[in-house]
């Protein structure tokens, strides 16, 4: 079940075209994933509970060197994608390889863009795109001392 969530970036619009085409409200969010946790799944659920299919932009290995550094991602895209595909409240999956979904999200454009409260309004990616058809763009909070940088750094410093 796990392999058939994750659709291939040249797949895509038409996967987004035939749910549009069944009336699903399509949510769209993106992200690295790497070493997944508490606050992910979270974050998740409640962006899946926006609308009826959960589509999560994963950024590829490359793309998560550019942004996190050469030492990550520590969990590969193949891995990082199993493992969120696994979870019931995501319906697909697609890996991307640019420094941004921007190309992903013109793609699908789907009707919401969540991301992590930690993102300003104005430097949400595809936000803009998004609002000019009417859809909508969504913080969600973040769970208060979950993250994965967090995480890297507390098992760095145990023996």
């Known amino acids: 079940m796990t392999g058939k969530k994750i659709t291939a970036f040249s797949k ?3 996967l987004a075209s035939r749910l549009r085409a069944k009336g ?3 949510v769209f969010t993106n992200g690295c994933f790497d070493i997944l946790h508490s606050g992910h799944v979270k974050y998740l659920e409640k962006a899946s509970s926006l609308g009826d299919v959960l589509i999560l932009g ?3 290995d490359r793309s998560v060197k550019k942004i996190k ?3 990550r991602p520590i969990v590969g ?6 493992v969120v595909a696994s979870l019931g409240f995501v319906d697909h999956v697609v890996v991307f390889g640019d420094a941004t979904p921007l190309k992903l999200i013109k793609a699908i454009r789907p009707d919401i863009i ?3 409260a930690d993102w300003k309004p104005g430097k949400i990616v595809g936000a803009d795109l998004v609002k000019s058809y009417g859809g909508k763009v969504v ?3 973040l769970v208060k001392g979950r993250s994965t940088t967090g995480l890297i750094r507390r098992m760095s410093r145990r023996p």
């Open 77 to 82: 895209q193949k891995d990082r994608a199993a």
């Open 69 to 71: 550094g050469p030492s």
């Open 58 to 60: 994963l950024n590829s």
């Open 114 to 116: 969540v991301k992590g």
């Open 139 to 141: 913080a969600i909070p």
């Open 24 to 26: 699903k409200r399509i």
């Open 12 to 14: 895509v619009k038409a």
